[in-house]
């Protein structure tokens, strides 16, 4: 089996992805782990104050894996899961910073 270059390190990341909802700013916490460029874990933590952004983050959380792990990071970039559309762009935000941390 060929090597294949990485562009980024293996290790387990924690950032905070922030964006915005129509309260305000918000947070989520991202656990990012890589190997060879794949997402093999990934886990989410809510860490907004507010009622409505708690309740379609934890949507987010319920939903978000099948479409993330077991992928290339670099292909990862979701708009839209179940009926959450705004927390995805916190965890975009997130697995850039992912991105910037790893690059190997």
């Not at 129509?22 to 991202?30: F, H, Y």
């Not at 997402?39 to 309740?55: C, F, G, L, M, R």
């Not at 894996?65 to 970039?77: A, F, L, M, R, T």
């Not at 559309?85 to 935000?93: C, Q, R, V």
């Amino acid at each position: 089996e060929a090597m294949t270059a990485t562009t980024y390190k293996n290790g387990t990341y924690t950032v905070v992805g922030n964006y915005t909802a129509p309260s305000g700013p918000e947070e989520i916490g991202v656990i990012i782990t890589l190997d060879g460029d794949v997402i093999t874990a990934a886990q989410v933590e809510s860490k907004s104050s507010n009622p409505t952004s708690q309740k379609m983050q934890g949507i987010f959380i319920e939903n978000f894996k099948p479409q993330v792990v077991g992928k290339s990071i670099d292909e990862v970039q979701l708009d839209k899961v179940s009926s959450s559309s705004l927390t995805p762009k916190g965890f975009n935000d997130a697995l850039e910073k992912v991105k910037t941390e790893a690059k190997a």
